[in-house]
């Protein structure tokens, strides 16, 4: 009997067993990847990287070489002004005018320009000005002089008696491109030191507000008291001469204009040279004319119409009359009236000679027209 009971228990355990074998074949069967998972070494859990950060973009850098190098200006000017009449006025009949003076002060900025004191601004800021006074970022005050003005171009050169003056570095504006950083130093309404970033928006921008343009166009904020302050470029080189705005009673924002540098360069040596800005000048006064008028007009594609010209001008002695189109000059077209002005003003040297091409009533001609110095007031 006990063996007996002995030969189903082993039957029992041999049936679990193959039951057992039956039933891990058929779940292998089903799921392989079972036995690959526990035969390799267990799968770690992905890991996250880690999350990336733009790098930081600061321009303080060029902050520090910069700023120190843009003064304040501070000018006062004796305005006369009309004063309304009084109520004892009114009830006695008319009375003259009566006037007053009083004492106008503005603000603007400049920047230094040299070691021996010479600074660059704008010439509406210094215009009229019986006194002014720098400001350096150093709280350094001292009366400045006016070395020479330039309203052709909105410039002015002063000049102030100190030492170990921090100069700025100068950079290259006919290498700037839209889209270019730049910052604006100045001290719009008084607030001094103050910085505003931006980008170019374009270039060789012209207004109507100067003989000569060629503006730098920027959205980085200008406003009042910013003019003659220093435009600079990611690493903190002079770039332009922050000048003009456009109104904002226009309903417009983020449109200032600057003076590139390398004009900038060209006034502040002839200034400090001669005291004055040295050009040539022939006597007429071009002007554009839009292309569907040009169609009307029957004038050449390119060119500029010579709408007047100065009386006795080495222009007018050439033969050349209102309504003539300039079309070349030394045998290289012109497109604009800006073009014009600039290309006769860069002939400075005293006998140099101009070849004209112009076109009166469809026909062509030439002139050699003599170059003198642009005289004052013109």
């Known amino acids: 009997m006990p063996l007996k009971n002995w030969g189903r228990g082993l039957m029992f355990v041999a049936g679990s067993i193959v039951g057992g074998l039956a039933l ?78 009083r004492r106008q002060n503005t603000l ?121 302050g220093a435009l600079v470029d990611s690493s903190g080189a002079l770039v332009g001469i922050n000048t003009a705005i456009i109104a904002k009673n226009l309903g417009v924002e983020g449109i200032g204009f600057a003076i590139p540098v390398d004009l900038v360069r060209g006034v502040l040596a002839d200034i400090i040279a001669h005291g004055r800005v040295i050009r040539g000048w022939i006597g007429i006064l071009p002007v554009d004319v839009p292309g569907f008028q040009r169609e009307q007009l029957g004038l050449p594609a390119n060119g500029v119409v010579i709408a007047n010209l100065y009386l006795n001008s080495p222009a007018q002695k050439s033969g050349i009359q209102p309504g003539d189109v300039l079309t070349d000059i030394d045998g290289v077209p012109v497109k604009t009236a800006q073009e014009v002005i600039a290309r006769v003003a860069s002939h400075r040297m005293p006998g140099d000679t101009l070849k004209l091409k112009l076109t009166r009533n469809g026909k062509s001609f030439e002139v050699s027209t003599p170059v003198i110095e642009q005289p004052r007031g013109r």
């Open 108 to 228: 603007g900025s400049g920047v230094i320009m040299d070691r021996e004191g010479h600074i660059v601004t704008n010439h509406h800021v210094i215009a009229n000005a019986e006194a002014i006074l720098v400001q350096l970022a150093d709280e350094r005050v001292a009366e400045a002089t006016i070395v020479g003005r330039d309203p052709d171009t909105d410039l002015a050169v002063l000049h102030v008696n100190l030492k170990n003056l921090p100069v700025v570095p100068l950079g290259r504006s006919d290498r700037l491109q839209v889209g270019d950083v730049v910052l604006a130093i100045g001290s719009p309404v008084g607030l001094s030191q103050t910085v505003t970033h931006g980008i170019v928006s374009a270039t060789t921008r012209s207004l109507g507000v100067a003989t000569f343009e060629d503006f730098i166009q920027t959205d980085a904020a200008i406003n009042v008291g910013n003019s003659g």
């Open 24 to 101: 891990a074949f058929v779940i292998v069967a089903v799921r392989p990847d079972l036995v690959r998972r526990e035969a390799g070494a267990s799968p770690q859990p992905p890991v996250a990287a880690p999350p990336t950060q733009a790098a930081e973009t600061t321009y303080a850098s060029a902050v520090r070489r910069a700023a120190p190098a843009v003064v304040n200006i501070y000018t006062a000017q004796l305005v006369r002004e009309q004063i309304a009449p009084s109520t004892l006025d009114e009830l006695f009949g008319e009375a003259l005018p009566r006037f007053r003076q």
